[in-house]
């Protein structure tokens, strides 16, 4: 199947980057950081990274993608200096089997959003009025989440479904994602007439410019509590990044792409 259409080519592209650099490798000395980070940070992580090595100088590596198969990899030995979960399950699982020294923080609160195109088939509403009613009248051909088996945010998507008792009726039209922001790609792209995503994807400009969107009751799903973890204490570099992320000025980005903060 064909999922891009011409005029999203860059804007899928930017979702869609599996990893990405704050700087050229020559251009520092300091020891390298990966990170390796859910899909629903693709916006806001890349701000962060940017401010932080303007003030610091410091080389960030940026990977992004499901936080189910970032657990698999790390459970395997992937090396990994900061792992940023979409959800705190795959943090403290790591923690249990002792791939990793303490629990980690708790960094975010997400929320999921109902996304289509603007001028589309189906409106976004946050009861899914009118979704449901598009399944009854036939406009409904297909509906993008994530894979509710590798991403949090999919499987947050099955839960608020589920509660609008609409899951059984629109299992056939589903079109999954392997993570939050290919579902955004899906949902947006014309294969599908709408989605549900991660709210922090839908706040960059350029998504925005093209959407319609409308935030689900947090009260429709489990919590979305995102939390990281040093994989590799002894890398300073990541140790220092990892505190930054906890900061006022870390959170105030992940505050403006629509995450909750603080405890």
Same mark, same amino acid.
């Given at each position: 199947m064909? *999922? ?5 080519l860059?804007?899928?592209?930017f979702?869609? !980057?599996?990893?990405?650099?704050t ?6 000395a300091?020891?390298?950081v ?5 899909a629903?940070l693709?916006f806001?992580?890349?701000?962060i990274?940017?401010q932080?090595?303007d ?6 590596? =940026?990977?992004?993608?499901s936080?189910g %198969?970032f657990y %698999?990899?790390?459970?395997? @030995?992937?090396?990994f200096?900061?792992f ?6 795959y ?9 990793v020294n %303490? ?6 609160? !997400?929320q999921?959003?109902f =996304? &289509?195109?603007?001028? @589309?088939? &189906?409106?976004?509403?946050?009861? *899914? ?6 399944l009854k ?7 993008a ?5 590798v ?5 947050r998507?099955?839960?608020? #479904?589920e ?5 059984q ?5 589903l /079109?999954? @994602?392997?993570?939050v922001?290919?579902?955004?790609q *899906?949902? =947006? ?7 549900l995503?991660? =709210?922090? #994807?839908?706040?960059s ?5 093209r959407? %319609?969107?409308? /935030?689900v ?11 990281m973890?040093? #994989?590799?204490?002894e890398n300073?570099a990541?140790?220092?990044f990892?505190?930054?992320?906890? @900061?006022d000025?870390?959170?105030k /980005?992940?505050q ?5 903060v603080?405890?």
């Amino acid at each position: 199947m064909r *999922f891009l259409r011409l005029g999203w080519l860059s804007v899928f592209r930017f979702i869609m !980057g599996v990893a990405i650099t704050t700087a050229s490798p020559s251009s520092f000395a300091m020891d390298k950081v990966t990170v390796a980070a859910a899909a629903t940070l693709r916006f806001a992580l890349a701000d962060i990274a940017k401010q932080y090595q303007d003030q610091t100088g410091q080389h960030i590596d =940026l990977v992004f993608g499901s936080s189910g %198969n970032f657990y %698999n990899q790390i459970s395997q @030995g992937a090396p990994f200096d900061l792992f940023m979960s979409a959800d705190e399950d795959y943090v403290l699982r790591l923690q249990k089997a002792g791939k990793v020294n %303490n629990a980690g923080v708790v960094y975010a609160r !997400g929320q999921l959003a109902f =996304l &289509v195109p603007k001028g @589309g088939a &189906v409106k976004a509403d946050s009861q *899914f009025d009118d979704l449901r009613k598009a399944l009854k009248d036939g406009r409904l051909k297909h509906f993008a989440i994530a894979n509710p088996a590798v991403a949090p945010y999919g499987e947050r998507a099955q839960e608020a #479904l589920e509660h609008a008792g609409l899951w059984q009726t629109i299992q056939p039209k589903l /079109v999954t @994602g392997e993570n939050v922001a290919q579902t955004a790609q *899906f949902a =947006l792209s014309g294969s599908t007439q709408g989605g549900l995503v991660a =709210l922090s #994807l839908v706040m960059s400009p350029d998504v925005q410019a093209r959407s %319609n969107y409308a /935030v689900v009751p947090e009260q429709w799903h489990k919590p979305l509590l995102q939390r990281m973890v040093l #994989l590799k204490p002894e890398n300073t570099a990541a140790s220092r990044f990892y505190t930054y992320l906890q @900061g006022d000025a870390a959170r105030k /980005v992940l505050q403006r792409y629509g995450y909750g903060v603080g405890q």
